[in-house]
Nanobody, 125 residues
Framework: VQLQASGGGLVHTGGSLRLSCAVSGRTFSRYAMAWFRQAPGKEREFVATITYTRRTHYTDSVKGRFTISRDNAENTAYLQMNTLKPEDTAVYFC????????????????????WGQGTLVTVSS
């Protein structure tokens, strides 16, 4: 399985970015997708997930600002990030769920078995 994340960059506070995660080597539509992030000096943390039935869940700090989505025809997951804050600065990683047809909302890294390389998001104040 290969995941290719893209879309990171440098934005000012209040700006927007859309991250993409292209997946190959797995039947994309059957698996949950998630985004995690890791800020400098901190542990990796859960950001958002979308199940194969498109149920979504977000960490509290991004609710109302970030939207996770998926395009099964394109084997791609997205993370639309609006109203960005300096505390959103991190390397963002996408990940694929470890079992097909799993509608459980999983926010722990252990439930995802393949990861992208990460894309850096920097929000300047």
């Amino acid at each position: 399985v290969q995941l290719q994340a893209s879309g990171g960059g440098l934005v000012h506070t209040g700006g927007s970015l859309r991250l993409s995660c292209a997946v190959s080597g797995r039947t994309f539509s059957r698996y949950a997708m998630a985004w995690f992030r890791q800020a400098p000096g901190k542990e990796r943390e859960f950001v958002a997930t979308i199940t194969y039935t498109r149920r979504t869940h977000y960490t509290d700090s991004v609710k109302g600002r970030f939207t996770i989505s998926r395009d099964n025809a394109e084997n791609t997951a997205y993370l639309q990030m609006n109203t960005l804050k300096p505390e959103d600065t991190a390397v963002y990683f996408c990940a694929v769920g470890d079992r097909p047809y799993d509608d459980f909302i999983a926010s722990t890294a252990g439930r995802y078995d393949s990861w992208g390389q990460g894309t850096l998001v920097t929000v300047s104040s």
